[in-house]
Every structure is written in C-alpha cells, then in structure tokens.
C-alpha cells in the first residue's frame, strides 16, 4: 500500500537537507489519533525521524540547535510547504525528529504541564508556563483540557507569550 503524503514528505526533508549538505536517510512513520467526536476528524500526522548514524555530534546538534529552535523550524517550514495547496481533508500534521529529541521534549513538556497543574490545584492561583514554542504550548493545551477543574490559555506576543495554567470558572 502506497502512502503519497508519507513518500512526499520523505523527499521533500530528504532534499532540504542535502540542499544544506547533509546526506541521510529519512524513516517516517503514520501515527494515527482517534476522533475526539464525529464533527472533527483528526488529520493524519507522519513522524519524519532523520537517520543520525551518518551525522557527526556537531551536525546533530546544529540540525536541533537552542532549545530544538532549528528542528522546530524544519518542521514549521514541512508542516507549512507540504500542506501548501491540499484540500483540507489531504492535510496532515508532520513531526520531525532526530536523535530522540521530541520524544524527550515531550516527556519533559508533559512533566511541566503536571508540575503546573499541581501547583495550580494547591495554590488556587494561576501559573505561567514560559519558555515554550507554539507548538508545545499546544501539547500542555492539548494534554490538560482532560482536566476539568483546570484551563489554559496563552498570553503575550511572540517571542513572548506564555502558556497559562488556573483554576476552571465555575459556570
């Protein structure tokens, strides 16, 4: 079975990094999510791991730079040019990994969503999460809307804007 988006996507990180000199191979990988309810379909969303076997330390860490600036900007730009142009249902959401890094990143992002939550929960006030791109600010969004007696919102302007973390309004 043949995976258009999945084989696209692969080129496409494939030849933006030997555009910057670096040759390796691309795995990529379809994680499925379950529809929270029928009116909103999630879109697929492809994992592109790039092959570090071939990388020195040093490629390693300029393809993820400052606090996984320059990963997140690879996957702004894959998420951007590879839905450029789709219907909204051949849409996708691309992840870009290397080296472990959004695996680890999103252990310590859930760890400081629960970290905030409990602080909330025992302070009764709200908690500013800082320090967060827009799409991990989206995780600790996602991750914690479960929570009832919890609410979240950003606040600010970039590069300044920050994750918020208070007590639900009672209704």
């Given amino acids: 079975m043949s995976n258009i988006p999945m084989q696209r996507s692969q080129q496409w990180l494939k030849t933006l990094l030997e555009l910057s000199g670096i040759s390796t191979e691309i795995h990529a990988n379809l994680e499925t999510a379950q529809p929270e309810d029928d009116d909103s379909p999630e879109s697929d969303n492809y994992w592109l791991t790039i092959d570090e076997t071939n990388l020195t330390p040093?490629?390693?860490?300029?393809?993820?730079?400052?606090?996984?600036?320059?990963?997140?900007?690879?996957?702004?730009?894959?998420?951007?040019?590879?839905?450029?142009?789709?219907?909204?249902?051949?849409?996708?959401?691309?992840?870009?990994?290397?080296?472990?890094?959004?695996?680890?990143?999103?252990?310590?992002?859930?760890?400081?969503?629960?970290?905030?939550?409990?602080?909330?929960?025992?302070?009764?006030?709200?908690?500013?999460?800082?320090?967060?791109?827009?799409?991990?600010?989206?995780?600790?969004?996602?991750f914690l809307k479960d929570f009832g007696d919890l609410e979240t919102f950003s606040r600010g302007k970039e590069p300044h804007r920050h994750l918020v973390v208070r007590p639900a309004a009672l209704e």
């Fill in 58 to 142: 040093e490629q390693i860490q300029v393809l993820i730079g400052p606090d996984g600036s320059v990963l997140d900007a690879i996957q702004y730009l894959a998420n951007s040019v590879l839905n450029l142009s789709q219907s909204q249902e051949g849409q996708a959401s691309y992840t870009i990994e290397l080296n472990g890094y959004r695996v680890k990143r999103q252990a310590e992002i859930r760890a400081l969503a629960e970290a905030a939550a409990d602080e909330v929960r025992f302070s009764g006030r709200e908690v500013e999460i800082k320090s967060l791109s827009s799409a991990e600010r989206r995780q600790v969004h996602t």
